[in-house]
Structures are given as C-alpha cells and as structure tokens.
C-alpha cells in the first residue's frame, strides 16, 4: 500500500497492485457511463466549471459578493426584528385596545409604522412600472 | 454642488453602468451629492443578440425585451429621449424634445447601427440578423428555402483594426443555418458558402479575426459540408443578377445573402466631430486602458461606440463597465482615475442550434478555442433566458 505521505513516482503508484484493483473497480463502475458515452456529459460539466473558472474575475466577485450581502443583510434584519416582536409578543398579556394605541408614543414604533409605509409606497411605484406598457418602437 | 453623472444608452452597457454606478457611489446620492441619470431613446431594452435566434424561428419579440424602468434600481433617474448633438467641450448635451443637460461625468453607451446601404445593392438584395425586422425577414427565407445557395459574407469597419458587431456572429449563425436546414431535411439541396474579406483587423486572408480560431475552422465547416472561401471583400451587389462582387474581383451567386453589413457610430457620435474613424463611421478615439474620451477627461466610452481592437459585443461592456465606474467614483472620491481596462471579453458562442463554447480573450490573449457541448449549450440559453436580465440589473 502506498501512502498520500510518501512522494511516489506515477510508475510505482500504476504498479501497486492496490492502485491496479482499485482502478479496474473503478472502470468497472464507469463502464456503463463510458459505453453510454454518458460520462462525455460529466466531462463537459468539468470542463464548464473550469470555463466559469477561468472567465471569473475580481469584478464578478464584487457583485456576487454584494448581492449575497444584500441578501443576506434582508433575511438578517427581517429575522431580528421576528425575533425581538415575537418573543416580546409571546412574553406579555394581549395589550388592550387602549394599551395597543399607546404604543404610538414611542417614536421607534413610528418609525417602523414609516417604514412600512414607505415599503408600500416602493411596492407601488414598482407596481405602476408594470402596469404601463410603452409603445412598440 | 450636486454632481451629475449622465450615461447615454439603454443598451446593455448603458443599463448595467447605472445601476452598478447608483451602487457603487450609495452613500453620496443618499446625501444628495451625487445624481446618476440614464437617457435613452427607447422605452424597452432590448437583449440585442436574441435578433439573431429571431432569424430560426427561437424567439417571441416579448421574450428578448423588457421595459426599462422595471431593469433600473429607483436611484437612477431615466429619461426617454434622443440625443441629437454632445458639446464635449461645454459638458452638455442635447436632445430631441429640446432639453439640454449639463453633466460633471459622461458615459456614451450608445451602440452602432448596421448601414448595409453603405454598400451598392446590399440593402436591397442582402439580409441579416443584427436587428428585429431583418431576423424576421431573413426567418422567412430560412424557412421557406428548398434549394440554391446562401452565400455569407462579413464586412469590417474601414477604420483599421476596430471589428465589426459581435465577432464570432458569423460563426455562429452558419453553423445554426447548416442544423436548421438539416432538421428541415433541406440541407443536401442547399449550399453553404461561408466567405472572409482579405484584412480582418491585424489578420490577412483569414477566415476569423483571430488566429487561432481561424485555424480550427476549416475542419468544423468541413465536417458539415460547408464551403468556404477567404479574400472576399464585398464592394457591391446586383439584386436583379442576385451576385455578390468583391473588392479582389470576384463574383458569387446567391439565393439568400445572409451579411454581416457595415456599421456605423449613431448620429450624433458622429456630427459630434471628435472621431477620428474612417469613412465618418464615427467611433470615439477612447483611451484603451481608462476608457476616457481622449481630450474629454470627464467623458467614458464603452461598447460598440469604442474605436478599440476589441468585439463590439455586450461581453465588452459587461468588463469596461467596472472600469468606468470605479474611475468615476475613484475622481469624484480622491481625485484620481487608477482603474484599467485590460481588453477581456467574454461571451459563450452558440455552435450550431444545441451546442455552446465559452470563451474568453483580452489584449494580448486571443480565444483559445475548445470543442463546443451540450453543456455550453445549456449555459447560453440559461444566459439568454435569465441570467441577461440579472447582468443588466447589475446583479452578476
């Protein structure tokens, strides 16, 4: 047996008989991808991950990277902000219609009422983009 | 003093630019320092290199555009208008509604446009895929053909060493007109003669703009039983004869002539008066490393309006876009513009109707051609279909 340690040359690693048993299981496990010219099909997959590979560069890194923040900064803040309202909700008495109205004083409370306001209003803008159809040119 | 960044074009170029530029400069337009404005004569977006699948029957005009407001993030403000004159020198512009807008940064997107009446005969006898009505057009003979012959020919731009629009389109729509007539069941009446004028670029009696690729090609038409021929320059067409004659004097008959036709900068690139290009095709002397208008330091150029060695394709824009962006922002920041444009494109040719090849090449790398699969294949129409749209929302 030779080890993953040990530098070999390719001549002694082809003649191990372990490395020989191995390999004739193996083509025995790929023979119906080879003879259904199948495995031409993961080839090919390789061969394209190498392209995206090499075609990737230090500017689609940027934008995926910053997309991937932007997502995760959206699931990130929606989750704390689940979390915190449903523990908060969960730990007290239903507030009364009286209580419930109070809240309105505290300006964070406002404030997120505005967000949420303004979300609509985004939502909306977005909305009315799709409903105009422009002329054929 | 709020500064004003204007980008020119609704094209893929102009599109991914605004939006990336809205992100990349966030904070200073949330305090209002910065406005980055896109104008463009058109309503919708079109993804430009689908006119070529409209030409086989693969594509719905609903299918390869959208509006453009729904591709922009709500920072940019977008102007439906033509511009009709650039006074580089004034920071100014003008459009054809009347309004003029004075702008700190210029970004001129604006494309080209095929001009095959720059050729004697070719407009009237000649057909391709380079914009809608002509695919449709050249759709309806592709569909209809029994028999005869259908000559190919490409033209490149007078001004030395700038291609035509999109390289490899050629290529790629011989090899789809060879499938196409064989899943009709025409091919054996039909033949494909595919020809290269004598300069292309740097290159001589070639049959691609680069080596390499030119070398594999003869095998790849053989295989297919398509003919090919180099030195053939088209200097004009008799519709009536229904001949191709060269430049070199030779003559080609034709049943359908599908072109790759001259092109042209837009008209007001060209009454601009800054070109340098020849036969007033108009394309802006850009520097090839900052992508800055030469003389005009506050003015970017990129795409097809660029008279650089390199594809007029959207594979360009997708890596100059960056380049001008950071520039932008790096001047309005710190006073300096340090980013570089290395000449990388890259795209994934479509071979023949199912298979695809991506590619890559820079200034001084040129396409290392690789056998086209079914796998490339799936990557393009998965680019076609979405992944366009996420580029031009600067997404990817």
């Given amino acids: ?24 299981d193996l083509a025995e496990h790929l023979a119906p991808l080879l003879q259904t010219r199948r495995l031409h099909n993961v080839v090919d997959l390789l061969s394209a991950t190498s392209d995206f590979i090499d075609m990737a560069d230090d500017q689609l890194t940027q934008k995926l990277a910053k997309a991937f923040e932007e997502v995760v900064w959206a699931g990130w803040s929606a989750g704390n902000a689940l979390r915190s309202a449903s523990a908060t909700a969960a730990d007290s008495e239903p507030p009364t219609l009286w209580q419930l109205s109070r809240q309105l004083n505290d300006p964070e409370v406002r404030r997120g009422l505005f967000f949420v306001i303004q979300l609509l209003g985004a939502v909306g803008r977005q909305v009315a983009l799709e409903a105009e159809i422009p002329e054929d040119d | 003093m709020k500064k004003r960044i204007v980008i020119v074009g609704g094209g893929i170029g102009g599109t991914m630019t605004a939006n990336n530029m809205v992100s990349k400069l966030g904070v200073e337009i949330r305090r209002n320092q910065v406005e980055v404005m896109l104008i463009s004569n058109s309503p919708w977006h079109y993804y430009k290199p689908a006119f070529m699948y409209v030409a086989f029957d693969m594509y719905h005009k609903a299918e390869l555009r959208r509006k453009q407001a729904t591709l922009l993030r709500p920072e940019v403000r977008f102007v439906v208008d033509e511009v009709e004159a650039f006074e580089f020198s004034a920071s100014r512009l003008h459009t054809r509604s009347g309004a003029h807008y004075d702008y700190d940064y210029l970004v001129v997107s604006t494309g080209c446009l095929p001009a095959p009446e720059r050729i004697e005969g070719l407009a009237e006898a000649g057909d391709h895929f380079y914009q809608f009505e002509p695919a449709r057009r050249l759709a309806q003979k592709l569909r209809t053909i029994e028999r005869g012959r259908i000559f190919i020919t490409v033209t490149f731009p007078k001004t030395p060493d700038v291609p035509h629009q999109c390289g490899i389109a050629p290529i790629e729509t011989t090899l789809m007109v060879d499938e196409l007539l064989r899943r009709r069941g025409v091919r054996d009446r039909v033949e494909i003669l595919y020809t290269y004028p004598s300069v292309s670029q740097l290159l001589r009696n070639c049959l691609f703009m680069q080596k390499q690729t030119c070398e594999v090609l003869p095998q790849i038409f053989s295989d297919r039983d398509i003919h090919f021929k180099r030195g053939f320059t088209l200097e004009r067409v008799d519709p009536d004869a229904r001949v191709a004659h060269s430049s070199e004097g030779d003559s080609e008959d034709f049943d359908i002539l599908m072109s790759t036709p001259p092109i042209r900068a837009v008209d007001a690139v060209i ?125 990817v």
Wanted: hydrophobic content about 35%; some cysteine.
């Fill in chain 2, 271 to 395: 009454n601009s008066g800054v070109s340098e290009a020849a036969e007033d095709e108009g394309w802006l002397p850009t520097n090839r490393r900052s992508l800055q208008l030469k003389g005009h330091p506050n003015v970017y150029c990129m795409g097809d309006t660029v008279d650089l060695p390199i594809s007029k394709a959207g594979g360009s824009c997708h890596n100059q876009s960056p380049v001008i962006i950071d520039n932008i922002a790096f001047d309005l920041r710190q006073g300096a513009t340090p980013a570089v444009y290395d000449g990388r494109v890259q795209a994934i040719a479509q071979m023949g109707l199912e298979a695809g090849m991506p590619l890559w090449y820079d200034y001084d790398q040129d396409v290392q051609p690789t056998p086209p699969t079914k796998v490339g294949g799936l990557m393009r129409k998965t680019f076609n279909r979405g992944v366009y749209w996420a580029t031009a929302r600067g997404l």
């Fill in chain 1, 1 to 24: 047996m030779l080890t993953a340690t040990k530098p070999q040359d390719a001549a002694a690693v082809l003649a191990d008989p372990d490395t020989a048993a191995g390999l004739r």
